[in-house]
């Protein structure tokens, strides 16, 4: 085979070489963070600090399938701060969550009992059916808050009916769209569960949520549950990843089925250096995230806006029909401001780059819009009562004409 000149390579170079910077590279970033602090669509649109991306840099550069020396430290250490054996690092909530049923589902057939709402049911594609084979038995609180054990017990399969597939995990999510789950209630359900021989795991996604405004500890947190995922790019504000942490014989199980799941992952140094930068700087700006979401509330109360569900962590749901407002109007109206407010429905969610101007300026155009329908007439005796159902996202679509 004839050997390739420098002509070709050269010119096979200029076609494979890309430039993913724009010409304004550094302003675009500005720009965007801008962006990011008027939007009340998620806490995953966090972007790096430039302080954090200066720490993540130095971290190791090992290949983690083999051993990667930056990424074990974090491990452990999230396993140690959560009172478990071992840690395993994963690039997405929705695969630790899996991989986290995969490895403690064993041999069909089984069911796993979650909450309505629940990420897991609702958000995972019904992961838990195509990568476990499981059935799913979603669990509406009848509270309207939290599941309790008088729910979830008459729900839960035992014996030997060959009609039904037995309970072998109780998923719990904690916080739940934004809302707490009372601790000794979980102590008491996963009591109760692992003296019927069943697992606990925990969708921790925004636990550190749960820790910052209860003052529990993670180890206290977790302690109940076999599994916890616990998320590091939703409130933390890390670009990208999840540690799942349970016993070392779970770990060294999940570590397994990871790698089945495409997940195994190589010079993850700089994102553990990221995540370890999160936990140790971003994780003290969680209360401030609550007081202003306990501002918008307390905003949108005074103005006669309906609380679906309430700010006690970092995100609320709302219904502006009391003051004859539909979501679609909002979020138009606030996309054409001067500096737009980027918005998608019922749902509001704060982080830690929220702008409390951004908060303000929304506040001002619902009371805006509230004045506009006032003065056109609107009444909500003519309209009557509509109440949406709490916790459940409901998306802002215009009507069609």
Same mark, same amino acid.
């Given at each position: 085979m004839p050997s390739l000149t420098d002509a070709k390579l050269q010119e096979l170079s200029s076609q494979i070489a890309v430039d993913v910077l724009t010409k304004t590279q550094d302003v675009d970033n500005v720009a965007k963070l801008e962006e990011v602090s008027r939007s009340f669509v998620s806490d995953t649109l966090t972007i790096p600090a430039p302080e954090m991306v200066a720490y993540a840099a130095r971290a190791s550069l090992g290949d983690d399938v083999y051993f990667e020396p930056s990424t074990a430290v974090l491990e452990a250490h999230i396993a140690q701060l959560t009172g478990k054996? $071992? =840690?395993?690092?994963?690039?997405t909530g929705?695969?630790?969550? &899996?991989?986290?049923?995969?490895?403690?589902?064993? &041999?069909?057939?089984?069911?796993?009992?979650?909450?309505?709402r629940s990420h897991i049911y609702r958000m995972e594609g019904g992961g838990m059916a195509f990568h476990s084979g499981a059935n799913s038995v979603a669990v509406a609180p009848s509270n309207g808050h939290h599941l309790t054990l008088e729910d979830i017990e008459p729900e839960a399969i035992m014996g030997t009916d060959v009609h039904i597939a037995p309970t072998r995990v109780i998923a719990l999510e904690n916080t739940l769209n934004g809302t707490i789950i009372p601790q000794d209630e979980i102590?008491?359900?996963?009591?109760?569960?692992? #003296?019927?021989?069943?697992k606990?795991?925990?969708? =921790?996604?925004?636990?550190?949520?749960? $820790?910052?405004?209860? =003052?529990?500890s993670l180890k206290e947190l977790c302690g109940p549950f076999d599994s916890a995922s616990l998320c590091l790019s939703k409130g933390l504000g890390a670009p990208i990843g999840t540690c799942l942490v349970g016993s070392k014989q779970f770990i060294t199980k999940a570590r397994w089925f990871r790698k089945v799941f495409g997940g195994g992952m190589r010079q993850t140094g700089y994102l553990a250096g990221a995540a370890a930068y999160a936990l140790t700087h971003n994780f003290p700006l969680?209360?401030? /995230?609550?007081?202003? $979401?306990?501002?918008? &509330? #307390?905003? @949108?109360?005074?103005?006669?806006?309906d609380i679906l569900s309430p700010a006690e962590t970092c995100m609320l749901f709302y219904?502006?029909?009391?003051?004859?407002?539909?979501?679609?109007?909002?979020?138009?109206?606030?996309? $054409? @401001?001067l500096k737009p407010i980027k918005l998608t429905g019922s749902r509001l969610l704060l982080h830690i780059q929220t702008s409390p101007q951004a908060i303000e300026d929304f506040l001002?155009? /619902?009371?805006?819009?509230?004045?506009?329908?006032?003065?056109? =007439?609107?009444?909500? *005796?003519? *309209?009557?009562p509509r109440r949406r159902p709490p916790n459940v996202y409901v998306k802002a679509v215009r009507p069609s004409a």
């Open positions: 054996e $071992a =840690g395993l690092f994963l690039p929705t695969m630790s969550n &899996q991989i986290a049923l995969r490895t403690h589902l064993l &041999q069909p057939p089984y069911s796993v009992i979650c909450d309505a102590v008491r359900i996963s009591s109760w569960a692992h #003296q019927k021989d069943m606990m795991h925990l969708d =921790g996604a925004r636990i550190w949520h749960v $820790a910052a405004e209860t =003052g529990l969680l209360p401030r /995230v609550h007081a202003l $979401a306990k501002r918008m &509330q #307390q905003g @949108l109360e005074e103005l006669g806006v219904d502006p029909y009391p003051i004859g407002v539909e979501y679609w109007e909002i979020v138009e109206r606030a996309a $054409a @401001l001002e155009l /619902v009371r805006t819009l509230k004045e506009e329908k006032v003065a056109a =007439g609107w009444t909500l *005796a003519n *309209a009557g």
